[in-house]
Protein backbone atom coordinates (compact mmCIF):
# COMPACT_ATOMS: atom_id res chain seq x y z
CA UNK A 1 0.00 0.00 0.00
CA UNK A 2 2.87 2.27 1.25
CA UNK A 3 4.21 1.48 -2.56
CA UNK A 4 1.63 2.55 -4.64
CA UNK A 5 1.24 6.19 -2.28
CA UNK A 6 4.86 6.71 -2.89
CA UNK A 7 4.35 6.04 -6.79
CA UNK A 8 1.08 8.26 -6.86
CA UNK A 9 3.17 11.01 -4.84
CA UNK A 10 6.06 10.63 -7.69
CA UNK A 11 4.03 11.31 -10.78
CA UNK A 12 2.28 14.06 -8.91
CA UNK A 13 5.54 15.66 -8.15
CA UNK A 14 7.27 14.45 -12.28
CA UNK A 15 3.76 16.30 -13.39
CA UNK A 16 4.45 19.64 -11.90
CA UNK A 17 7.96 19.64 -12.36
CA UNK A 18 7.47 18.82 -16.44
CA UNK A 19 4.74 21.62 -16.51
CA UNK A 20 7.66 23.90 -15.46
CA UNK A 21 9.12 22.98 -18.55
CA UNK A 22 6.59 21.82 -20.96
CA UNK A 23 3.86 23.80 -21.80
CA UNK A 24 1.82 21.35 -24.35
CA UNK A 25 -0.20 19.85 -21.44
CA UNK A 26 -1.18 17.20 -24.28
CA UNK A 27 2.82 16.17 -24.21
CA UNK A 28 2.37 16.23 -20.03
CA UNK A 29 -0.16 13.68 -20.08
CA UNK A 30 1.22 11.20 -22.85
CA UNK A 31 4.41 10.94 -20.81
CA UNK A 32 2.44 10.39 -17.54
CA UNK A 33 0.29 7.73 -19.27
CA UNK A 34 3.21 6.12 -20.58
CA UNK A 35 4.67 5.69 -16.81
CA UNK A 36 1.55 5.11 -15.54
CA UNK A 37 1.02 2.12 -17.48
CA UNK A 38 4.92 1.14 -17.59
CA UNK A 39 4.49 1.21 -13.70
CA UNK A 40 1.34 -1.26 -14.00
CA UNK A 41 2.67 -3.47 -16.29
CA UNK A 42 5.65 -4.07 -14.17
CA UNK A 43 3.01 -4.60 -11.04
CA UNK A 44 1.48 -6.99 -12.99
CA UNK A 45 4.52 -8.72 -14.09
CA UNK A 46 5.88 -9.34 -10.25
CA UNK A 47 2.11 -10.74 -9.47
CA UNK A 48 3.15 -13.15 -12.05
CA UNK A 49 6.64 -13.89 -11.28
CA UNK A 50 5.35 -14.34 -7.62
CA UNK A 51 2.28 -16.77 -8.38
CA UNK A 52 4.03 -18.58 -11.10
CA UNK A 53 7.62 -18.94 -10.07
CA UNK A 54 10.23 -21.32 -11.41
CA UNK A 55 12.11 -23.91 -9.06
CA UNK A 56 15.26 -21.32 -9.00
CA UNK A 57 12.80 -18.86 -7.49
CA UNK A 58 11.67 -20.88 -5.26
CA UNK A 59 14.94 -22.32 -4.04
CA UNK A 60 18.31 -20.43 -2.97
CA UNK A 61 20.14 -23.72 -3.19
CA UNK A 62 22.89 -23.37 -5.84
CA UNK A 63 26.30 -25.51 -6.34
CA UNK A 64 29.18 -23.83 -7.34
CA UNK A 65 33.41 -23.94 -7.11
CA UNK A 66 32.73 -22.54 -3.92
CA UNK A 67 30.08 -24.79 -2.44
CA UNK A 68 31.22 -28.20 -0.78
CA UNK A 69 28.28 -30.79 -0.27
CA UNK A 70 27.99 -31.56 3.47
CA UNK A 71 25.00 -33.88 4.40
CA UNK A 72 21.25 -34.76 3.14
CA UNK A 73 18.56 -36.26 4.73
CA UNK A 74 15.39 -37.52 3.30
CA UNK A 75 12.60 -38.55 5.34
CA UNK A 76 9.32 -39.92 4.85
CA UNK A 77 6.50 -38.94 7.20
CA UNK A 78 2.73 -40.76 7.17
CA UNK A 79 -0.01 -38.56 7.36
CA UNK A 80 -3.32 -39.50 9.70
CA UNK A 81 -6.10 -37.56 9.90
CA UNK A 82 -6.29 -35.09 12.80
CA UNK A 83 -2.35 -35.80 13.71
CA UNK A 84 0.93 -34.58 13.44
CA UNK A 85 2.73 -36.83 10.73
CA UNK A 86 4.88 -39.42 11.80
CA UNK A 87 8.32 -40.00 10.14
CA UNK A 88 8.71 -43.58 8.52
CA UNK A 89 12.00 -43.52 7.48
CA UNK A 90 14.72 -41.39 7.18
CA UNK A 91 18.06 -42.03 4.54
CA UNK A 92 21.19 -39.90 5.36
CA UNK A 93 22.65 -39.32 2.23
CA UNK A 94 26.08 -38.45 1.19
CA UNK A 95 27.04 -38.55 -2.15
CA UNK A 96 26.10 -35.50 -3.77
CA UNK A 97 25.10 -37.19 -7.46
CA UNK A 98 22.19 -38.11 -5.17
CA UNK A 99 21.07 -34.69 -4.62
CA UNK A 100 22.03 -33.24 -8.05
CA UNK A 101 19.62 -35.88 -9.76
CA UNK A 102 16.79 -35.16 -6.65
CA UNK A 103 17.13 -31.24 -7.69
CA UNK A 104 17.88 -31.98 -11.20
CA UNK A 105 14.32 -33.62 -11.24
CA UNK A 106 12.73 -30.45 -10.07
CA UNK A 107 14.29 -28.36 -12.37
CA UNK A 108 11.97 -28.22 -15.05
CA UNK A 109 8.63 -28.10 -13.03
CA UNK A 110 6.15 -25.22 -13.46
CA UNK A 111 4.61 -24.21 -10.46
CA UNK A 112 1.30 -21.79 -9.67
CA UNK A 113 1.28 -20.98 -5.69
CA UNK A 114 -1.09 -22.09 -3.43
CA UNK A 115 -2.21 -20.13 -0.63
CA UNK A 116 -4.83 -22.32 0.32
CA UNK A 117 -3.30 -25.54 0.38
CA UNK A 118 -4.08 -27.72 2.67
CA UNK A 119 -1.42 -29.20 4.37
CA UNK A 120 2.04 -27.33 5.26
CA UNK A 121 3.57 -30.96 6.04
CA UNK A 122 4.42 -33.09 2.93
CA UNK A 123 5.26 -37.12 2.62
CA UNK A 124 8.85 -36.08 1.94
CA UNK A 125 11.06 -33.71 3.42
CA UNK A 126 14.67 -33.46 2.36
CA UNK A 127 17.59 -30.88 4.52
CA UNK A 128 20.74 -30.37 2.29
CA UNK A 129 23.35 -29.47 4.17
CA UNK A 130 26.29 -27.76 2.05
CA UNK A 131 29.47 -25.26 3.32
CA UNK A 132 30.09 -22.27 1.33
CA UNK A 133 33.27 -20.14 1.04
CA UNK A 134 32.98 -16.90 1.88
CA UNK A 135 36.54 -16.13 1.63
CA UNK A 136 40.06 -16.95 2.23
CA UNK A 137 39.72 -19.27 4.84
CA UNK A 138 36.77 -18.11 6.17
CA UNK A 139 33.63 -20.91 5.36
CA UNK A 140 29.91 -21.25 6.09
CA UNK A 141 27.31 -23.85 6.55
CA UNK A 142 23.83 -23.14 4.87
CA UNK A 143 20.98 -25.83 5.29
CA UNK A 144 18.09 -25.69 2.72
CA UNK A 145 14.44 -27.11 3.43
CA UNK A 146 12.31 -29.09 0.93
CA UNK A 147 8.92 -30.11 1.38
CA UNK A 148 7.38 -31.89 -1.16
CA UNK A 149 5.22 -35.20 -2.27
CA UNK A 150 3.82 -35.70 -5.92
CA UNK A 151 1.26 -32.70 -6.55
CA UNK A 152 3.57 -30.16 -4.38
CA UNK A 153 6.76 -28.56 -3.36
CA UNK A 154 5.63 -26.30 -0.23
CA UNK A 155 2.74 -25.06 -0.95
CA UNK A 156 3.52 -24.91 -4.52
CA UNK A 157 1.28 -26.77 -6.36
CA UNK A 158 3.53 -28.41 -9.35
CA UNK A 159 1.39 -27.57 -12.89
CA UNK A 160 3.10 -30.24 -15.31
CA UNK A 161 3.79 -33.79 -16.14
CA UNK A 162 7.70 -34.31 -14.44
CA UNK A 163 8.87 -37.22 -13.10
CA UNK A 164 10.30 -35.44 -10.02
CA UNK A 165 9.42 -38.63 -7.87
CA UNK A 166 11.64 -41.22 -9.96
CA UNK A 167 15.55 -40.60 -8.33
CA UNK A 168 13.31 -40.81 -4.87
CA UNK A 169 11.32 -43.85 -6.01
CA UNK A 170 14.80 -45.47 -6.98
CA UNK A 171 15.95 -44.60 -3.45
CA UNK A 172 13.22 -46.58 -2.04
CA UNK A 173 13.64 -49.80 -4.33
CA UNK A 174 16.96 -50.01 -3.57
CA UNK A 175 17.93 -52.51 -0.67
CA UNK A 176 21.66 -51.25 -0.59
CA UNK A 177 21.42 -48.00 1.00
CA UNK A 178 20.71 -47.74 4.72
CA UNK A 179 17.31 -46.65 5.14
CA UNK A 180 16.26 -45.97 9.37
CA UNK A 181 12.92 -47.29 10.01
CA UNK A 182 10.62 -45.47 12.85
CA UNK A 183 7.88 -48.14 14.86
CA UNK A 184 5.56 -44.96 15.81
CA UNK A 185 3.17 -47.27 17.87
Do not use: C
Amino acid sequence: MVTYVVGALAVGLLALFLSMYIQNKKIIISILTGIVLAAILFVLFEVYQETYPSFSEISSLQFNEDTEFEVANLSIYEFSEGEMPERQAMLKIKDQAIIDRILSDFKNMKFKKDEHAERHFRKYHLTVTVTKKVKKDHFTSETFTYDFDEDYLFNYEILNETNHMQTIKSLRENDDLNWNYYDNE
